[in-house]
């Protein structure tokens, strides 16, 4: 017996699945970190992800946080240290989420000896370092890309 109602659904195959950025053959790579690119200065300007300083522009930490997601890179505090005179030490990890391996890594600090953090709440100068060394992170291993979009690494 034959269903009157059947449809017929004709599957084509799936375009093949990227690989990891760091697997492909330079040309490769640069292709796809050019796209990456182009897509990340599009968010970056959208949303005002960058700060003129001087003559250059640079990225944001959101904007260095956007580049990592695009790449399944997310950061992890490994530790904040604060220092007898109330500033803070922080260091962060970069790892995958595709294999969870530890990919990057950057330290930063936060003075309380700086103008603008030196009288904030303790809790304001750990999060600064945090968010200083998650940029630092990103940018050491990944400012060839933001580079490509156009913006200054550091």
């Given at each position: 017996?034959?269903?009157?109602?059947s449809?017929?659904?004709i599957s084509?195959?799936n375009?093949?699945?990227?690989?990891?950025?760091?697997q492909?053959s330079?040309r490769?790579?640069v292709a796809?970190?050019s796209?990456l690119?182009?897509?990340?200065k599009?968010?970056?300007?959208?949303?005002?992800l960058?700060v003129?300083?001087g003559?250059n522009e640079?990225?944001?930490?959101?904007g260095?946080?956007?580049?990592g997601?695009?790449?399944?890179i997310?950061p992890?505090?490994?530790?904040v240290?604060?220092?007898?005179?109330g500033?803070y030490e922080?260091?962060?990890?970069l790892?995958?989420?595709?294999?969870?391996?530890?990919v990057?890594?950057?330290?930063?600090?936060?003075?309380s000896?700086?103008q603008?953090?030196?009288?904030?709440?303790?809790?304001a100068?750990?999060s600064m370092?945090?968010t200083?060394a998650t940029?630092k992170?990103y940018?050491l291993g990944?400012s060839?890309?933001?580079?490509l979009?156009?913006?200054?690494?550091?």
């Open positions: 017996m034959s269903d009157s109602n449809e017929l659904i084509q195959p375009a093949p699945a990227r690989t990891d950025l760091f492909q330079p490769e790579m796809h970190a796209e690119a182009t897509v990340l599009d968010v970056i300007v959208k949303q005002k960058s003129r300083i003559p640079y990225v944001k930490a959101e260095w946080s956007t580049l997601c695009m790449l399944g997310l992890r505090e490994k530790s240290v604060e220092h007898a005179d500033s922080a260091v962060v990890e790892y995958s989420l595709k294999t969870g391996a530890i990057g890594q950057g330290s930063a600090l936060c003075g000896d700086e603008r953090w030196g009288k904030a709440d303790r809790f100068r750990r370092a945090i200083r940029g992170a940018r990944l060839w890309i933001v580079t979009a156009g913006y200054a690494p550091t």
